[in-house]
């Protein structure tokens, strides 16, 4: 069991945008989560990561309780320093790429090995250049940022995500902000991670990704968890009616 959420719940303020989530993700699994905007998919992967804290219930990375909460009060019992050493094995990609403008690819991609696990600089170069192969980028290793297309900025953002050696990667709408004709490129490199055996749960529209990789589909409507199963169950044979009524509107 990689990740757990038992019973959580999270409030800002009066607005509940998590209500009862229960989910697990298992060693090497590929979990897309699908559902209107606003219905809490990005609100889960940021308590997974403790970008938020949970007002509910419990969440578990590898097995170790990262965050609790009962009857309103904060109940977690380890300390800020291994909640974030455990948030080193989540990596996390955005709908942005987020890449740092003043550094170059490979200067991105070493700066949280050096910095954060203080990798010695060849070490880190080394990794990140497989990395770049990888990715299909070795000869972008100088180049800016700016300089690069959409597809190539989120495929180094997967590089610099995947340099800290996590155990399991978040994506959050990865291919959401890219031109259509860059999508592909961006979706190839992720099936590759999820044939390699990653843990990846993945945020997306794209149903022909989550029909084609995903070992589950969870749709999420208000704050809900409404369906969990199989992309062949989900898509051709959705049993709640809000699923069915999304599916239309995106098929
Ligand atoms: P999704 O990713 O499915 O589009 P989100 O998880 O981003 O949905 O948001 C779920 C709900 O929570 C939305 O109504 C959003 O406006 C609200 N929300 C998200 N973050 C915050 C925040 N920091 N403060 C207040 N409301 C928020
Ligand atoms: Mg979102």
Known sequence: MMVKMENVAKSFGTLEVLKNINFQVTKGEVVCIIGPSGSGKSTILRCLNHLERITAGRVYIE???????VGGRDQLKISHKRVSEICTELGMVFQRFNLFPHMTVLENIIEAPVTVKKLAKEEAVKYALELLKKVGLEDKR??????????????????????????????????????????????????????????????????????????????????????????????????????????????
């Open 63 to 69: 097995g170790e309780l990262v965050d609790e909460r």
């Open 142 to 251: 100088d180049e800016y940022p700016s300089r690069l297309s959409g597809g190539q900025q989120q495929r180094v953002a997967i590089a610099r995500a995947l340099a800290m050696k996590p155990k399991i990667m978040l994506f959050d709408e990865p291919t959401s902000a890219l031109d259509p004709e860059l999508v592909g490129e961006v979706l190839e490199v992720m099936k590759d991670l999820a044939r390699e055996g990653m843990t990846m749960i993945v945020v997306t529209h794209e149903m022909g990704f989550a029909k084609e990789v995903a070992n589950r589909v969870l749709f999420m409507d208000r704050g809900e968890i409404l369906e969990e199963d199989t992309p062949h169950n989900i898509f051709s044979n959705p049993r709640n009616e809000r699923t069915k009524s999304f599916l239309q509107k995106v098929l």
